[in-house]
């Protein structure tokens, strides 16, 4: 299908508008709209909130009565069904747009081609894939939860140059300097939920919470917790936002206790099996599928290499996000990543690196794993 200039960059301009939801639209996806007619747009808008307007009513209605014979350009393809709003497509229908190009096919099982398929059988032409890469960059964490059930997995990590995450007592504020932790909460803002463990908890006593300014909504905050380890006093219980802890202790009499003093503060408890059972290791694989129930979408996982070893290990991680310190922290301080040994160079786990970012002093290293 051949795209012009011009719908390449009323397009560019729909995924500009997408953005503006980056941070608030969840557990929606980012969606932005222009309309065009006689070579110039004349209306735009972008889904904020999730509840509130679509892209393209937003659109329309700044376009008014210049919508019809209007073409609309959309991120994403537009719905047919009726969710907390009513269906876009009806209202484009209205509206006498006479073409949609919309860059990715919904994978919402709810829309999945059916909105195409009802403007194309109204009689607008209707055409798909225009920057459909760049579309779903912007999406990666709802499209995984609607074709797979579970969130994009993002590993946060700061390390030294030898590849240390904390010295040998668990120290570990702070290795990456100002710029890089203030990097993170851009990061956290656009997370559907931050994870950690109760070693984390206890360890370094974090928030996890998002501090930038104007910030209108807080992620999710979860907790592994296989033995209800986490005191009932640290911050992150504490600090505004939900905190789910996710354990296995669901029929250990020792957690009683534990479960009355969390739920007293408002936390939700949810129990996954262990990896193997007699373990300590929660399954988490099921930890995943938990927080897809849970309408997660992109994940950001900030622990300590034993958690990070797990799931990278088990091929969990979709991005690894790692912030490297120009520091050394020695022989016997905690490592990256806690990985099974290698028999061979051949089986060694490769990562392609997707972005190189100077953040202050450090280096930001955005990695996707190769396929074996």
């Given at each position: ?20 939801g980056?941070f ?9 709209c ?8 004349v ?39 009726h ?77 030294s ?28 803002a ?36 296989r ?10 219980f504490?600090?505004?936002g ?13 957690a ?6 969390l ?22 694989a099921?930890?995943?599928?938990l ?5 997660v ?5 900030e ?15 979709d991005?690894?996000l ?12 905690q ?7 290698l ?30």
């Open positions: 299908m051949s795209f012009s200039t011009f719908d390449h960059d009323c397009m560019r301009r729909a995924l500009v508008l997408a953005e503006q980056l608030t639209s969840d557990p929606n996806p980012r969606v932005g222009v309309l065009t007619r006689d070579g110039r747009i209306g735009e808008g972008a889904h904020l909130h999730a509840g509130e307007a679509h892209a393209e009513p937003r659109a329309l209605a700044v376009a008014g009565s210049a919508a019809r014979g209007a073409t609309a350009y959309v991120t994403l393809e537009p719905c047919n069904h969710g907390r709003t009513p269906p876009c497509v009806d209202a484009l229908l209205a509206a006498g747009v006479t073409r949609v190009v919309y860059a990715l096919r919904d994978p919402n099982p709810r829309v999945d081609g059916n909105g195409g398929a009802r403007l194309a059988a109204a009689g607008v032409a209707t055409e798909c894939g225009l920057l459909e890469r760049e579309a779903l960059a912007l999406n990666e964490g709802f499209v995984k939860r609607m074709r797979l059930g579970r969130p994009f997995v993002r590993l946060k990590s700061a390390a140059l030898d590849g240390r995450v904390a010295l040998a007592d668990g120290s570990s504020q702070w290795i990456t300097g100002e710029a890089a932790r203030a990097d993170v909460q851009s990061w956290r656009r997370s559907s939920a931050v994870l950690t463990t109760a070693a984390t908890v206890i360890a370094d006593d974090p928030r996890l919470t998002v501090r930038l300014a104007g910030a209108t909504r807080q992620p999710l905050r979860v907790i592994l917790d033995g209800v380890r986490s005191p009932i006093n640290a911050r992150i504490a600090a505004p939900a905190v789910l802890l996710i354990t296995a202790a669901a029929g250990e009499r020792s009683a206790a534990a479960y009355r003093a739920r007293a503060r408002g936390v939700e408890i949810a129990v996954v099996p262990t990896a193997v059972a007699g373990t300590r290791s929660l399954d988490l099921s930890v995943l599928d927080l897809g129930t849970k309408l979408n992109e994940l950001l996982i622990a300590g290499g034993i958690l990070a070893g797990a799931l990278l290990a088990q091929g969990l991680v991005e690894w790692l912030y490297v310190a120009p520091k050394l922290l020695g022989s016997n301080a490592p990256l990543a806690v990985m099974p040994p028999d061979t160079l051949a089986d060694a786990r490769s990562f392609e690196v997707i972005e190189t970012a100077s953040v202050g002093d450090d280096l930001r290293l955005r990695l996707r794993p190769r396929a074996h």
